[in-house]
């Protein structure tokens, strides 16, 4: 038996039950499936719609959300791994059309399934997740754009949030000068600052109409929140800077004109971590264990038990959860 978080149809909020996991998971995974003890996974955004029922995420039921798992495995049908092994799973469909991490068993695809770096524990490989895998996949995106430290500040939207908080960490980290804009700038502008920020700005003018060409502000910038911010954002970019959008926290529309993209080179690209080939994922996950503050991911994570999921998910919809969020599912 095993304990999960499911969503049994549509629209209905997630309750937590007891499963008959033989039954349950009978058919996932493929040929290949692996079988996992889940040890941790963490709640995202999306993890907040799918919890709550919201529409937009979900895309079967019954289905158990939770698009990150930390687990060991317990039995292979892939030869990449084998009983023991401690691994990490970030997307992938996971929490969307596939079983997800909110339950103390799993069945997945070895597809984009990775062996934990050693230098990461389990907890703390469930405090990065989605959001700053998400976060590392932003950062490598303006690398590989040619986006320099001496290019000059990169901003960073919805950055008390998990992406914010882990990318301006990784900037600082990489010697960018960073530049966070949140809502809560009184209440968490010392938080912010001490992950790398050098200023804290206030979100609410870039969520307001504006022209579509500005003042050129940003050498590049991480974008979480889209919609109006994200055409501000594009708008306030230096000629041939390079914007990163990773979320649509504000909606998914786009209201900009193709004025910054002619008149100053300006790119858009996106960082896509649930089709992250498995490359890219080493790459990543690589740099995390190289890079990242270890103290700091400690700092801003807050850990709960499976019966605070659903709790936790309405918070996180409201702007009310600061960093990130690990489920030790076995509590």
């Known amino acids: 038996m095993a304990r999960a978080m499911m969503a049994t149809e549509k629209g209905a909020a997630a309750r937590l039950l007891e499963i008959d996991d033989e039954e349950f998971f009978e058919g996932s995974g493929g040929d290949e499936a692996v079988d996992l003890d889940v040890l941790f996974s963490s709640v995202n955004f999306k993890d907040g719609l799918a ?6 995420v979900l895309r079967a039921w019954p289905l158990i959300p939770g698009i ?21 799973l970030n997307g992938d469909g996971i929490g969307e059309n596939r079983h997800g991490g909110f339950a103390t068993k799993a069945r997945v695809r070895p597809d984009a399934l990775l062996h934990l770096p050693e230098a990461i524990s ?30 000059g500040e990169v901003l960073v939207t919805g950055a008390a949030g998990g992406v914010g908080s882990v990318a301006i960490s990784l900037l600082a980290g990489r010697g960018y000068t960073v530049v966070a804009s949140s809502g809560r700038v009184e209440a968490q502008g010392d938080y912010l ?12 003018p870039l969520g307001e109409p504006g022209k579509p060409l500005q003042t ?4 590049g910038a991480v974008d979480s929140v889209g919609s109006t911010t994200l055409a501000n954002v594009l708008a306030q970019t230096n000629y041939g800077g390079t914007v990163v959008a990773c979320g649509l926290a504000a909606g998914s529309e786009l209201p900009t004109t193709v004025m910054p993209f002619i008149l100053r080179g300006v790119t858009l690209t996106g960082a896509n971590s649930v ?14 264990a190289n890079e990242l503050d270890l103290g700091l991911l400690d700092s801003m994570t807050t850990t709960i038990g499976l019966d605070a999921v659903a709790d936790t998910a309405e ?3 409201a702007g009310q959860v600061r960093g990130r969020t690990v489920v030790d599912v076995a509590s």
Request: hydrophobic share 45%.
């Open 68 to 88: 990150d798992i930390v687990g060991r495995v317990t039995r292979s049908r892939s030869s990449r791994f084998a009983p023991g092994d401690l691994v990490v």
């Open 122 to 151: 389990p907890e703390r490989a469930a405090a990065i997740g989605t959001a700053g895998f998400t976060s590392m996949l932003a950062v490598l995106a303006l690398q590989d754009a040619g986006v320099t430290p001496d290019d």
């Open 275 to 288: 089709e992250a080939p498995r490359a890219l994922r080493e790459r990543a996950w690589t740099d995390l």
């Open 216 to 219: 050129q502000q940003w050498a």
């Open 315 to 317: 918070r996180i919809l």
């Open 193 to 204: 600052r001490s992950l790398g920020a050098a200023r804290v700005v206030d979100r609410s």
């Open 51 to 56: 919890i709550t029922g919201r529409p937009g």
